[in-house]
């Protein structure tokens, strides 16, 4: 090689030099104080009710796991932006709304032929109460049908 050589002036190779430097994100939790407000429609939950929740699980568990535009509107509100000092609410208040014709599941359970022994009715209007069902089964005692 052509030219003096020196310990502090090493040739470097061609291409992209990356050092990783490893650093813990900072984590803003959710702001308390801030509440959201959000009206929406939805096929189960609490129907014309102002319904508090303070997380997404909670939400899932009263509403139940659809896929209605309302629970994605709720999922981004305790998300918030993603970024750092935009954290998502502390809460939301849920109010679901509907048509009028919103109504409860409701079914009868038979006890020897045609008498109606049981009425079962859904908790809450909506249509994820029609995919409810419910059995009956023998009795191990005597081997009559139970209701």
């Given at each position: 090689?052509?030219?003096t050589f020196s310990?502090?002036?090493?040739?470097?190779r061609p291409g992209a030099y990356v050092n990783f430097e490893a650093t813990t994100p900072t984590l803003i939790p959710p702001a308390s104080a801030s509440t959201v407000?959000?009206?929406?429609?939805?096929d189960w939950g609490p129907y014309k009710v102002?319904?508090?929740?303070n997380s997404y699980a909670e939400f899932l568990a009263l509403y139940g796991e659809t896929a209605t535009p309302?629970?994605?509107?709720?999922?981004?509100?305790f998300q918030g932006e993603g970024l750092p000092g935009r954290p998502g609410a502390g809460a939301?208040?849920?109010?679901?709304?509907?048509?009028?014709s919103a109504a409860k599941a409701t079914t009868s359970l038979q006890h020897s032929g045609s008498i109606a022994a049981l009425r079962?009715?859904?908790k809450y209007e909506g249509t994820r109460g029609n995919t409810l069902t419910a059995t009956t089964q023998a009795n191990a005692i005597d081997g009559t049908a139970s209701t």
């Open positions: 090689m052509p030219g310990k502090a002036s090493r040739p470097r407000a959000i009206p929406l429609t939805h102002p319904t508090r929740v309302g629970k994605l509107a709720v999922r981004q509100c939301v208040i849920v109010y679901r709304f509907g048509l009028v079962l009715d859904a």
